[in-house]
C-alpha cells in the first residue's frame, strides 16, 4: 500500500506497513494527511466503543458516552503533548512539533481501533451479564489492554526515530552525508609462495606489484633509489593463529569460497565508534524520559476519565452528564474488587 495514497483505513496500512509509517514520520512528508485520517480513524472508533459503554443505562448515557471518550483522548494528547516535545528539545533530539503529534497519534489510534475490536466481546457481557461492577472491571481492562499494545507501536517509532539519529544527534555524526563511515581497511595477508627460486624484484612497467610472502632466511633482491640493487634476508614469518577446533585439520584443507573457518575473528583496527559484542548500548536520554512521559500520560489520562465520569452510568441512579469529583479512579478500581 503507497505511504501516500489516501485510504479510511489507515489502521491496516500501520499495522501492515508500519515500516513506511516510520520512514514517512522521519521524512516529515504529507504529515498533516497522515495525522489527520488517524484523528478521524480514532475519533470514529472511541464513539463506536463509548456508545457501547453507556447502552448499559439508557441510549441518552451512550450518546454521551460515545462523545466524551473521544474527548478523553483528545485532551489527554493536548495536555502531555508539549511536555513530550521539550523533554525532546531539553535532551538534544531533532523532533519537530509535527513528528511527535505523529508518533502519538499512530498509538492512539491502534489503541482505539484495538478497543472497538473488542466492542461485541463487551456488548456480549452487557446482554448475558446484567452486572454493573463486572461490566466496568471488563471494560477498563479492556481499554487498559489497548492502551499498552497502543504504546508499544509509540516505543517502536520512537527506537526507529533513534536509528535514524534523531533522538540521539551526537550518534549521526559519525556518518557523512547521511551515509556510514567507511571501516578501517583490513590489512591484506600475503599471499603465499612455493620455496623456489628468489623472486624478482621489479615489476612489470605499467602493472602494480602485489605482495608475496617468501620462505624465512631466503635472499630478496631489493633496488634502491639510483637503480642498483641490494639483497636482503627475508625475516621470519609468524604463522597465524588456528582456533582450537580447526587445530587438528590436516593441512590444505580448504573451505568453500567466501566462508571462513568457524571462530575466525577478522582482526581489524577499532574506529572508536564500534560497538564490541558484549558491551552494552547507551540508551539516548529521549528515549528513557519517553517511558517517564508514558507514565505521565497514563495518570492524566485516568484521572481526567475519573473527571469526565460517567461513561457506564450506574442503573441505579438518574442520568448525570458530571459526577461530583471525589475519590480518585484507582481507589475505585480497588473498591469494585473488593465487591466483586
Known amino acids: 500500500m503507497s505511504g501516500d495514497r489516501p485510504s479510511p483505513l489507515v489502521i491496516e496500512r500501520i499495522l501492515r506497513d508500519r515500516e513506511s509509517i516510520w520512514q514517512q ?18 475519533a470514529i472508533a472511541l464513539a463506536c466503543y463509548g456508545a457501547v459503554l453507556g447502552f448499559f443505562h439508557s441510549p441518552l448515557m451512550a450518546l454521551t458516552s460515545a462523545l466524551k471518550l473521544p474527548l478523553l483522548f483528545l485532551v489527554t494528547l493536548v495536555i502531555c503533548l508539549p511536555t513530550l516535545y521539550l523533554f525532546n528539545l531539553v535532551f538534544g533530539a531533532r523532533l519537530s512539533v509535527r513528528q511527535s503529534l ?10 482505539s481501533m ?9 456488548l456480549f457481557f452487557l446482554i448475558t451479564a446484567n452486572d454493573y461492577g463486572f461490566f466496568k472491571l471488563l471494560n477498563v481492562s479492556i481499554l487498559t489492554l489497548s492502551a499498552l499494545v497502543g504504546l508499544r507501536f509509540l516505543t517502536s517509532g520512537m527506537q526507529v526515530l533513534n536509528d535514524h539519529g534523531l533522538l540521539a544527534p ?8 547521511g551515509q556510514a563511515s567507511a571501516p578501517a581497511p583490513v590489512q591484506a595477508v600475503p599471499a ?9 624484484a621489479a ?21 634502491t633509489a639510483n637503480g642498483a640493487v641490494t639483497t636482503a634476508t627475508a625475516p621470519a614469518q609468524v604463522p597465524p593463529q588456528v582456533p582450537a577446533q580447526w587445530a587438528g585439520q590436516p593441512a590444505g584443507t580448504s ?24 558491551e552494552p548500548t547507551q540508551r539516548p536520554a529521549s528515549m528513557t524520559l519517553l517511558y517517564i512521559w ?21 442503573p441505579g441512579q438518574d442520568f448525570s452528564f458530571f459526577r461530583s469529583i471525589d475519590g480518585n479512579f484507582y481507589a475505585e478500581i480497588l473498591r469494585i474488587i473488593g465487591n466483586l
Open 102 to 111: 505523529a508518533l502519538v497519534m499512530v498509538a492512539i489510534t491502534v489503541t
Open 25 to 42: 514520520i522521519v521524512a516529515e512528508r504529507d504529515l498533516n494527511a497522515l495525522t489527520g485520517r488517524m484523528l478521524t480513524s480514532s
Open 203 to 223: 615489476p612489470v612497467a605499467g602493472q602494480s606489484a602485489e605482495p608475496v610472502a617468501v620462505p624465512a632466511g631466503a635472499a630478496v633482491a631489493e633496488s
Open 255 to 278: 573451505f568453500p569460497p567466501g566462508m571462513l573457518p568457524p571462530g575466525y575473528v577478522a582482526q581489524r583496527p577499532w574506529d572508536g565508534r564500534t560497538v564490541r559484542r558484549g
Open 294 to 314: 508514558i507514565l505521565l500520560f497514563g495518570f492524566v489520562g485516568t484521572q481526567l476519565a475519573w473527571t469526565l465520569r460517567p461513561f457506564f452510568g450506574d
Open 114 to 122: 484495538l478497543a472497538v475490536a473488542f466492542a461485541p466481546i463487551s
Open 170 to 177: 551526537e550518534a549521526a555524526n559519525a556518518t557523512v552525508d
Open 192 to 200: 603465499a609462495v612455493p620455496a623456489g627460486p628468489t623472486p624478482a
